[in-house]
């Protein structure tokens, strides 16, 4: 019981990551850019990494814009890359971009050895470190980022969805995905220095996953989404303080286990009684909810 207090901000923080991540995850699932946000957290670890090679604090605010401008860049890249045919895939760029981010990172480390320390910590994460004041900042930055996600949501979503729709309406692709992508930077830029990569990388992409199982509509997916992540943030701090396990580590391993048993509830309520609806030729929703006859 002593532990707990010490949990509470770790707490808070991975509530706010669920909020913003699991919104942005719908997109980046409907958009099949899977893998966005390592690429963007290996250009931001660049960007840190070029901040200490010129004599900047890696925990000041020089380097954090140096690494938000870095971002910028990779977000520029991802918003041009998309091609009007989609001949190439826009993944294939995101793979393109962190590879080359990861080694041009490892060139710098060379020459900044003695501060290595100070880029895993970026890359890692450390939740259990977070406290009040950087809770309360990080909430603060979410909170613009959603206000403006919010006002905007309709052209959002209809680029992520139905992107020809858009172009049809005379939308500019490449202006309002550089906004999503820049948008998403700012997110991914502070998020990883708080959690660490494969945190973040379960809290955009596992809740998003899991309300697909169950519903198609964006409301529907976020409710799911929000409500999985909440519950698994309360379990994986649970059993970090039951185990005596890193909390990071038990939060992206309870993700895992409560997106198997959400398939595994998927596979035997809904496909079943789908094939058993199939079978007796009763009618049997389609993937919009419309009721079609099975065959007699």
Not at 4 to 15: D, G, I, K, T
Not at 155 to 161: A, D, G
Not at 261 to 287: N, Q, R, T
Request: glycine content about 10%.
């Amino acid at each position: 019981m002593e532990i707990l207090p010490f949990l509470v901000w770790p707490f808070v923080a991975s509530l706010i990551l669920t909020g913003i991540h699991a919104y942005l995850g719908v997109h980046v699932v409907e958009r099949g850019v899977i893998f966005v946000d390592l690429a963007l957290a290996q250009i931001a670890a660049l960007g840190a990494t070029i901040a200490i090679l010129i004599g900047m604090d890696p925990h000041g605010q020089g380097a954090y814009w140096l690494s938000l401008a870095f971002t910028f860049i990779g977000a520029a890249i991802f918003a041009f890359a998309r091609t009007r045919r989609n001949h190439i895939p826009q993944e294939a760029f995101i793979g393109i971009a962190y590879a080359v981010a990861s080694a041009a990172a490892i060139l710098a480390m060379s020459k900044a050895t003695g501060e290595t320390e100070h880029l895993k910590d970026m890359l890692v994460g450390n939740i259990l470190a977070v406290d009040r004041h950087e809770v309360i900042k990080t909430a603060i930055l979410y909170g613009v980022i959603g206000l403006f996600h919010y006002i905007f949501r309709h052209k959002f979503l209809l680029i992520s969805t139905n992107p020809a729709e858009a172009e049809a309406r005379g939308m500019s692709i490449r202006f309002w995905d550089f906004l999503f992508y820049a948008s998403f930077g700012f997110v991914v830029t502070s998020s990883v220095a708080i959690a660490g990569v494969l945190l973040v990388f379960c809290y955009l992409i596992v809740p998003s996953v899991g309300a697909m199982l169950f519903a198609d509509r964006v409301g529907r997916r976020l409710a799911i989404g929000w409500t999985m992540g909440t519950l698994v943030s309360a379990l994986g701090v649970y059993f970090s303080v039951l185990m005596d396990l890193p909390t990071g580590a038990a939060i992206v391993c309870t993700f895992g286990a409560v997106l198997i048993v959400m398939f595994f509830i998927h596979l035997f309520f809904f496909h079943g009684h789908k094939s058993a609806a199939l079978e007796s030729g009763s009618s049997v929703p389609d993937s919009k909810g419309s009721l079609v006859p099975g065959p007699r």
